[in-house]
């Protein structure tokens, strides 16, 4: 049977990010779902946005978005740690 010691470093670095993934939903569980409880189109920039600045989303988490929507995140990112 194989076990965690038996496990490659690059491996246990996966399930110890996986396992500090699901900590942070864990403590941030409310809030979480108070943030995404009837999410709309209209409401999903500004969310993103907020999750951004409050360092729950890195930059790596945005990759995705066109890059006005980046640039927006980055400048309200900006604003809100003034």
Same mark, same amino acid.
């Given at each position: 049977m194989l076990t965690y010691s038996d496990l490659p470093k690059s491996d246990k670095r996966i399930i110890q990010e996986l396992l500090n993934l699901c900590k942070t939903i864990i403590?941030? %569980?409310?809030? &979480? $779902?108070? &943030? +995404? %409880? /009837? *999410? $709309? /189109? $209209?409401? #999903?920039?500004?969310?993103?946005? /907020? *999750? #951004?600045? %409050?360092d729950i989303l890195k930059e790596d988490d945005l990759k995705g978005l066109t890059p006005d929507t +980046?640039? #927006?995140? *980055?400048?309200?990112?900006? &604003?809100m740690d003034e």
């Amino acid at each position: 049977m194989l076990t965690y010691s038996d496990l490659p470093k690059s491996d246990k670095r996966i399930i110890q990010e996986l396992l500090n993934l699901c900590k942070t939903i864990i403590n941030h %569980d409310k809030s &979480i $779902s108070r &943030i +995404f %409880d /009837g *999410l $709309s /189109g $209209s409401r #999903f920039v500004i969310t993103v946005a /907020g *999750l #951004f600045a %409050d360092d729950i989303l890195k930059e790596d988490d945005l990759k995705g978005l066109t890059p006005d929507t +980046f640039e #927006f995140m *980055l400048q309200y990112k900006h &604003i809100m740690d003034e």
